[in-house]
């Protein structure tokens, strides 16, 4: 792990919005602003520094999730790269079939993708998430028709931290004409995620999940499954992605691939002893408060309460008062009232779902930040208790 901590000081948890780039990426960025700037398009000596800079962030990018090289598309982010996969695979695939499956509790970013592929003429069934939020094979199973190009499951969710059974969903849709999608961002840095190993096609991947500048992205895209591009221009990104690359952005995702491939169990298992012991004071403490999510199968770094008779948005105010950042729900959606569609998949009442508090831990999360938030957090859910009409047990 990096001697410095990056920040400004205060107590942050919430890393799943975002994250600081660590100080090592930066580093092996700083080059690529000034001295070695090139275009990989141009045809003289800086123009091939450049190229071989792109060659080799992309052999690092693709070797830490069990890929080749050339099955990996470098993007603007996460939300460029589903959009390539979902709406760049359907059109590309049209004649096969117009179905495509999603899941209830995908980010936002793959429900408009999906509105978008409707309004574009192709039908976009949800698969419903249990009580925990998981998706249970079978379900896939069931759902997947003769018409069937597309089935798209996030890893895990941003929001409630559930990881989803996805070596069971690719065996699944394996044995269908269709390819699987998977965001991954929410599982990247957290779980190991081997391509080799699971039945995706295509992989949404982000450079600031893994503590690398915002604004890069990849996909991964199978060799054999075949994507028509987005956004036109230049070529670039063997057609797929036409754009000048942000070199010094995918210099940096390269490098906190690398160190992710690392330090990823060093990194998981601190992050879920800080989770454990949240959860178990949290409850230990607070009288009905309950754990979203997954009991078991859920990301280490996440731990998300519902807290009855009280607003997430109130607590979130008052811990902001008391120098902690933690988030609501997914920071994507958090300027709109409606409650998180996630919560709602998974059985809670529109009351519960605004009862919800965030907690998402990272490379530089300590123990002393649980204690921080154990200092005041049984307090402020006390004290906005005692003014709520909603809660009458005191
Ligand atoms: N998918 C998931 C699971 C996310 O949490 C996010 C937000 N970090 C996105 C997609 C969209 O990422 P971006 O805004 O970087 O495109």
């Known amino acids: 792990m990096a001697a410095q901590t990056p920040g400004r000081g205060g107590v942050y948890l919430d890393y799943q919005s975002a994250k600081p780039v660590d100080p090592r990426v930066v580093e092996a960025m700083a080059p690529y602003f000034t001295e070695r700037f090139g275009n990989p398009a141009s045809l003289h000596g800086v123009g091939d520094d450049a190229t071989a800079t792109l060659d080799s962030a992309r052999a690092k990018v693709a070797a830490s999730i069990g890929a080749l090289p050339e099955e990996i598309v470098f993007t603007s982010g996460a939300t460029e790269s589903s959009n390539l996969a979902l709406l760049g695979y359907a059109n590309r695939n049209r004649r096969a079939g117009d179905h495509i499956l999603i899941s209830e509790v995908d980010h936002i970013s793959i429900h408009n993708i999906g509105k978008m592929l409707e309004k574009a003429g192709f039908r976009v069934g949800k698969v419903p998430p ?31 931290g559930t990881v989803q059974p996805m070596a069971e969903i690719g065996e699944v849709v394996a044995g269908t004409g269709a390819t699987l999608h998977s965001d991954a961002v929410a ?25 690398g500048p915002q604004g890069v992205g990849a996909l991964y895209i199978r060799n ?45 298992a601190r992050m879920a002893a800080l989770r454990d012991r949240l959860v178990r004071e949290v409850l230990a403490a607070i009288p009905d408060a309950h754990l979203n999510g997954h009991p078991t199968e859920r990301l280490p770094g996440n731990a998300h309460f519902r807290f009855e008779g009280v607003e997430g ?13 933690v988030a609501t729900g997914s920071a994507c959606s958090s300027k709109t009232l409606e409650p998180s569609h996630t919560l709602i998949s998974c059985g809670l009442l529109h ?44």
């Open 224 to 268: 054999g499954v075949k994507v028509a591009p987005v956004a036109f221009g230049g070529g670039q990104e063997d057609g797929l992605r036409s754009g000048t690359e942000n070199l010094a952005g995918i210099v940096g995702m390269a490098a906190a691939a690398e160190i992710m491939s690392r330090e990823l169990p060093a990194d998981a």
């Open 130 to 160: 249990d009580q925990f939020g998981r998706i249970d094979p079978e379900k896939v199973r069931k759902r997947i028709t003769p018409e069937t190009i597309l089935v798209s499951v996030g890893w895990a969710s941003n929001e409630i």
């Open 313 to 325: 948005e109130s607590l979130l105010l008052l811990m902001r008062e008391e120098g902690i950042s």
């Open 187 to 211: 599982a990247q840095g957290q779980l190991p995620i081997d391509v080799s190993r699971t039945g995706v096609g295509m992989l949404t991947l982000s450079s600031n999940d893994i503590y």
């Open 351 to 394: 009351e519960e779902a605004h009862g919800s508090l965030e907690f998402t831990f990272g490379r530089w999360s300590k123990d002393s930040d649980v204690d921080s938030v154990l200092a005041v957090l049984p307090g402020i859910v006390d004290k906005l208790r005692r003014m709520s009409p909603l809660y009458n047990k005191h």
